[in-house]
């Protein structure tokens, strides 16, 4: 299995919403990240978590919590988002702290705030 | 600083055409270089990597050799396919760092 499954594969919520984006692997990877992508845009780091721990936050507004609560397991949540945020979120992991390996993308979550 | 710099799209080719995308970078210490593909609706898949001076990475077709002198990683194919069509993203891991940085991409179309 070398996949990365994201849910939901699209999601539209208001100004005022709260929701979650999630993400699995079951490669036994210990390194998972978030990247946001913009359209026509390249993807852009947002968090790293490092054997279940936050090891890298770019700069990325407390409007976004990431969470990993296991070792498969990549959490993003939301709350009072901006119509800019819109954007594809994309989850990867890797076999190691360092992205020198392979790094395996989900297929992303389409995100749109009205 | 570490930026990827690659040429910009969109890149037009027909069928069984040789292809070119041009990707420099600049980077602290000894970089990894990628290259990753985005076909629509996806998200990204690892297509090739070199992870020193002088390697050749391939896969499907496409190669890519890291140009230590020229800070390069160009990407190549002797003969494209309509199912080639994507945008392909130039990437590096600066040694010591674990995140990828990305080119802005270049889309590739390929007409029959």
């Known amino acids: 299995d070398t996949e990365v499954t994201q849910t939901p594969k699209h999601l539209v919520m208001g100004m005022t919403n709260k929701k979650s984006l999630k993400c699995e692997q079951h490669?036994?990877?210990?390194?998972m990240y978030w990247y946001k992508q913009k359209a026509k845009k390249p993807p852009e780091l947002m968090f790293v978590?490092?054997?279940?721990?936050?090891?890298i936050n770019e700069s990325v507004p407390s409007r976004f919590s990431p969470e990993c609560p296991n070792s498969s397991l990549l959490n993003l949540h939301l709350h009072a988002l901006q119509p800019e945020d819109s954007a594809l979120y994309l989850c990867?992991?890797?076999?190691?702290?360092?992205?020198?390996?392979?790094?395996?993308f989900g297929q992303g979550t389409r995100l749109t705030v009205v | 600083g570490n930026s990827v710099t690659q040429m910009e799209g969109p890149v037009t080719l027909s069928e069984e055409a040789f292809l070119t995308i041009n990707c420099t970078y600049t980077a602290t210490g000894y970089p990894s270089l990628f290259w990753y593909v985005q076909y629509p609706g996806e998200g990204l898949q690892l297509l090739l990597k070199a992870t020193k001076a002088d390697d050749k990475g391939s896969n499907k077709g496409f190669e890519a050799t890291y140009r230590k002198e020229t800070t390069s990683f160009h990407l190549e194919k002797g003969s494209v396919q309509v199912s080639d069509s994507a945008v392909y993203f130039c990437?590096?891991?600066?040694?010591?760092?674990?995140?990828?940085?990305f080119g802005a991409g270049t889309r590739l179309a390929v007409h029959p």
């Open positions: 978590y490092s054997y279940e721990k936050l090891s």
């Open positions: 490669m036994g990877h210990r390194a």
């Open positions: 990437a590096l891991v600066p040694g010591g760092y674990n995140k990828l940085i």
């Open positions: 990867a992991s890797s076999q190691a702290e360092n992205m020198n390996t392979e790094a395996f």
